[in-house]
């Protein structure tokens, strides 16, 4: 967002306190100042080197694998930026579900997997305190062989933040199914720092991912909030 300055702005430049002063085809105004990235984060990095290596093994496919990937992609349904039903192609479906083999330590597929359908995990129950921050499911699938479970999170919000789920990003690495608590503090941590009641919400997905398949399953939300004396 651009805000033209006044008089007193008249030779200003550079940045300071969130604010650059700037110049363009003789105007002069005020705009919002970026901070954009020159170095991605390490997850960030780990999410390239994954799509890199998909499509270098996408090109080695023969004739005959890019077909059936393209046949199975046919029957398979992507979710478009409008929340509409999207057609995808074949490509879409082998980085899809290559991505999830891959980022929970198998080797991607150069032929498509017979996809049977993952189901979505059961509530959960999030403790965050100074001292711990657990999540706890409140039954796991009579059989886990092949699952792994991805848990995403905000970074720390303040308290009358309502809503920001499309924030939540990848926190630690795909972690077994288990009925006990699942301790969240050191990754989220090592990613966020630590919450505090400045910013006491975390708002969290999570979703199951099949280690051989690469299939999701739908997200579930859970909103978190520091514990009162933390």
Do not use: H
């Amino acid at each position: 967002m651009k805000y033209t300055p006044s008089i007193a702005f008249d030779e200003m430049s550079g940045s300071a306190k969130g604010v650059t002063a700037a110049k363009a085809r003789g105007r002069k105004y005020l705009r919002n100042r970026g901070y954009g990235g020159k170095t991605g984060t390490s997850s960030q990095a780990g999410v390239k080197s994954i799509f890199k290596q998909l499509s270098q093994g996408w090109k080695n496919l023969t004739a005959q694998q890019i077909q059936a990937w393209n046949n199975l992609a046919q029957s398979q349904a992507g979710r478009s930026v409008l929340g509409t039903n999207a057609k995808i192609s074949g490509l879409n479906l082998y980085q899809r579900l290559n991505f999830w083999v891959i980022k929970c330590g198998g080797s991607a597929m150069s032929n498509p997997p017979v996809l049977g359908g993952v189901d979505a995990p059961a509530d959960a129950t999030v403790v965050l305190s100074a001292s711990a921050f657990t999540l706890t499911l409140a039954s796991v699938p009579s059989s886990v062989t092949n699952l792994k479970m991805v848990i995403m999170a905000s970074k720390p919000q303040s308290a009358g933040i309502s809503q920001a789920y499309d924030k939540a990003a990848g926190v630690g690495s795909p972690v077994s199914v288990v009925n006990t608590a699942i301790s969240l503090k050191s990754d989220y941590e090592a990613k966020y720092g630590s919450v505090t009641q400045a910013a006491p919400k975390v708002f969290m997905k999570y979703f199951f991912v099949n280690t051989v398949t690469g299939e999701k399953s739908a997200e579930r939300l859970v909103e978190a909030r520091l514990a009162v004396g933390s």
